[in-house]
Structure formats: structure tokens, C-alpha cells
């Protein structure tokens, strides 16, 4: 490891907005602050909003200085990014900030029910060869029932035609509620000033993507509790783009 990625390591120990829990420390010690991050950490009673793989935490950070009656919680593994954000609401005073990092896959180890009211993923990897790890699968998405409010939302902001389309038949097959989608965010009209401000935010991908002059697409829907949830089986085109070397299909039975 790098000596700066050490040093943020051992920099982000002391940081009381960071908690570190890979799959090594979860497995021994219980998350004992589930379904207390109200009282035990934000000390209010405000709505908590996750970013997933949040990386430098740009819409944690964003949107919490947007809202600073909602609380926001950016999730990653990858410590060396997370610093970034966590560095940044702590010299900002941010306290409806936090960082938690862990794997995705064990989310609900961390949150009980109906404790989250809207979840962000914000280019996600696509995962073209994994479905069972992309983070708008329905692998994931009962994940995220466990803890999500009921009809609580789910946006999604992608360069990825891959994911956008998978996802988008993720949404359909299982008749989940669409509020929103383009295919094209910065080219779409009709949003109102908030929401243009919160679409607005980039994060470090997302800049990378649009100087590379791929669209932005953006869908937000909701997730019910009740109904059972069935994997698309569906061939998308592959994001020509990207490094694979993968599979077309995206049922997940094929990858178990
Ligand atoms: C392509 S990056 C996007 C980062 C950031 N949202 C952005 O737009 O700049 C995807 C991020 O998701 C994280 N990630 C992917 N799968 C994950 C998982 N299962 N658990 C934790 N983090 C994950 C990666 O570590 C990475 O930081």
C-alpha cells in the first residue's frame, strides 16, 4: 500500500464520522448502532438518505449541504476514496454526515427496518459479467427492503447503457414505480430548480464520463415491500467502452 493511502487510513481511524467495517470485523462484532443512527449518531429524528459505493462521497457531501434536514450516509469498501468526503464534512462541520465502510452485500447488517427513506447509486460499476453484484439487482433490492421505508425511492445516475437498460428491465418486470427517467440528464427539460441543483452535483466518475462525451441517464422509482421480485433474463448490448470479457445475459441463476 501506498504511504498517502496509509497515512489516510490511519488519518480516517480518528475521523468520528467514519465507521470501518469490512467483512473481517463484521463477521465478529456486532453493528450495535442498527437501527439507532437517529439517537446514537445524528441525534435528530431526520430522514437518512444512503449513497451506495459513494466513492469521494460528492453526493453525500452535495446533498447534505443541500439539505441540511436530512441526514446522509455515503457506503463504499474503498477507504482511500471515502477520505476524501469524510476530510471534507468534517472541515465543513457536516453533521448530518457519515461514512460507512463496508461491503454492500451485508447493507443490511447495518440498518433495521424502515430506518432509510432513499437510496443513491451513482455509477455504479455495471458489473456486465456479475449480476448478482450489480447494485440494482434483485438480489440487491431485497437487500434493501429489510431497511428501506416502504415505496421509499431509488435513484440511479449512470454513463452506463449496460446498467441503465438492465436496470430499467429490472424496474419493469417487477412493476416498480417510475417517478422519473431520461436517457439523457443534461439535454432533458422539465426538472424543477432543486432538482436540477441535486441532479447537478458530479461526482469523480461521472466528470470523467461526460469529458469522454457519454450521456448521463438518471431514473429514480420507488420500492415497494410487498411482491415478489424476479430477475430479468434479457440480452443487453455491452458497453463497447468498457474492459470485458462477459457474458450477455444477465439472469442471475446463470452466475450462482
Ligand atoms: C465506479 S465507482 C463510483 C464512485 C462514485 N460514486 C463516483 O461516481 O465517483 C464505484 C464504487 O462503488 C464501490 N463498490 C462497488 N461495489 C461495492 C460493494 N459491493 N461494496 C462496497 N463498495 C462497492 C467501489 O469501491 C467504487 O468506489
Not at 480518528?14 to 467495517?21: A, G, P, R, S, W
Not at 460528492?58 to 434536514?69: H, M, R
Not at 434493501?144 to 419493469?172: C, E, P, Q, W
Not at 466518475?205 to 415497494?224: C, D, H, T, V
Request: glycine share 6%; aromatic share 14%; hydrophobic share 35%.
Amino acid at each position: 500500500m501506498s504511504k498517502g493511502k496509509l497515512q489516510k487510513f490511519a488519518e480516517m481511524e480518528t475521523f468520528d464520522n467514519v465507521f470501518q467495517y469490512p467483512y473481517s470485523v463484521i463477521e465478529n462484532i456486532p453493528f450495535e448502532m442498527k437501527g439507532h443512527w437517529h439517537e446514537q449518531y445524528f441525534h435528530n429524528n431526520n430522514p437518512i438518505v444512503l449513497e451506495l459505493g459513494c466513492g469521494k462521497g460528492e453526493y453525500t457531501v452535495g446533498l447534505a449541504k443541500l439539505f441540511p434536514d436530512v441526514n446522509f450516509i455515503g457506503v463504499d469498501i474503498k477507504g482511500a476514496r471515502m477520505h476524501t468526503g469524510a476530510k471534507q464534512a468534517l472541515a465543513e462541520k457536516l453533521d448530518n454526515v457519515a461514512f460507512l465502510r463496508t461491503n454492500i452485500e451485508v447493507i443490511d447488517r447495518f440498518f433495521s427496518q424502515n430506518e432509510v427513506q432513499e437510496i443513491w447509486l451513482t455509477f455504479s460499476d455495471p458489473q456486465m459479467k456479475n449480476p448478482r453484484k450489480r447494485l440494482s439487482s434483485t438480489f440487491f433490492m431485497e437487500r434493501y427492503r429489510r431497511f428501506l421505508a416502504d415505496n421509499g425511492t431509488i435513484h440511479i445516475k449512470t454513463d452506463s447503457n449496460f446498467l441503465f437498460t438492465y436496470t430499467t428491465h429490472m424496474v419493469n418486470r417487477n412493476n416498480l414505480p417510475i417517478l422519473f427517467r431520461t436517457e439523457d440528464l443534461y439535454h432533458t427539460d422539465g426538472f424543477d430548480e432543486q432538482t436540477r441543483t441535486i441532479l447537478s452535483i458530479q461526482t469523480y466518475y461521472e466528470a470523467q464520463w461526460i469529458e469522454r462525451g457519454l450521456n448521463i441517464r438518471y431514473m429514480k422509482f420507488s420500492l415497494p415491500h410487498n411482491g415478489e421480485l424476479t430477475e430479468p433474463d434479457i440480452e443487453i448490448p455491452l458497453d463497447d467502452y468498457r474492459s470485458y470479457k462477459r457474458n450477455k445475459r444477465s439472469g442471475l441463476q446463470k452466475h450462482e
